[in-house]
């Protein structure tokens, strides 16, 4: 009976104790970045001050995601992002979302929209037949794009071959006009207007242009 009494106590006490133990807080979510005036392509740096929280989850608003503590970020179009930070725990969950305006640049990038794989692509500024500002872009297959770059040139000139072994490689003969404040594509498609050319090296950063024939059209270089 007293052995049983005993029991019984410890029981309650274990029972007592357990039932005043407060309740896991839900979590709060909350972070900071940089207030100032940004311009693509930019990247920002956010900080947590979540509390309570075991999970993160970053939702940047232009289809990229990460669950790191303090992520940094690549934006590369200009415009306004809803970047949303979920907080969670055993308990629940909380959302805090905060709105960025990023000023778009002057910029641009190459899409490849003809019927063939383009080899060794880069885009420049010509200047009277010399390549400045040069930026390569590697191949680019059947609807592929190009990686974005700023610019503060006027118009850009588009360079490629089709093959590995072509002696010539193919120039846009008109460059394409950029405009100021925007994200350009330059589109080479099948009736792209282009010149056959020649490369000589002058030194490491500038390339000389030779011409070789008239201006074509880019899918009878293929035919042909």
Not at 49 to 69: K, N, P, R, V, Y
Request: charged share 20%; with cysteine.
């Amino acid at each position: 009976m007293r052995k049983n009494y005993l029991l019984f106590m410890i029981s309650l006490f274990v029972f007592t104790f357990c039932s005043d133990e407060e309740p896991s807080p839900s979590p709060t979510a909350e972070f900071s970045c940089p207030d100032r005036e940004l311009t693509s392509p930019c990247t920002i740096s956010f900080i947590d001050l979540s509390i309570h929280a075991d999970e993160l989850l970053w939702d940047f608003d232009d289809g990229q995601t990460s669950t790191e503590e303090n992520p940094s970020h690549l934006f590369k179009i200009g415009g306004n992002y809803n970047v949303k930070l979920i907080a969670k725990n055993d308990v629940g969950h909380d959302e805090f979302t905060k709105q960025i305006f990023i000023k778009q640049s002057t910029a641009y990038q190459v899409k490849n929209n003809s019927s063939f794989n383009l080899i060794y692509v880069s885009s420049f500024y010509d200047s009277n037949n010399y390549i400045l500002d040069q930026h390569h872009h590697g191949d680019l297959s059947i609807n592929e794009s190009s990686d974005i770059f700023s610019t503060e040139r006027e118009n850009i000139s588009v360079l490629f071959k089709f093959n590995i072994n072509d002696e010539y490689w193919a120039l846009t003969a008109n460059p394409f006009v950029i405009q100021t404040n925007y994200l350009n594509v330059l589109i080479l498609k099948d009736d792209t207007e282009i010149i056959p050319v020649t490369l000589n090296s002058k030194n490491k950063n500038i390339l000389e242009i030779t011409t070789n024939s008239k201006k074509v059209i880019l899918k009878d270089i293929i035919n042909n």
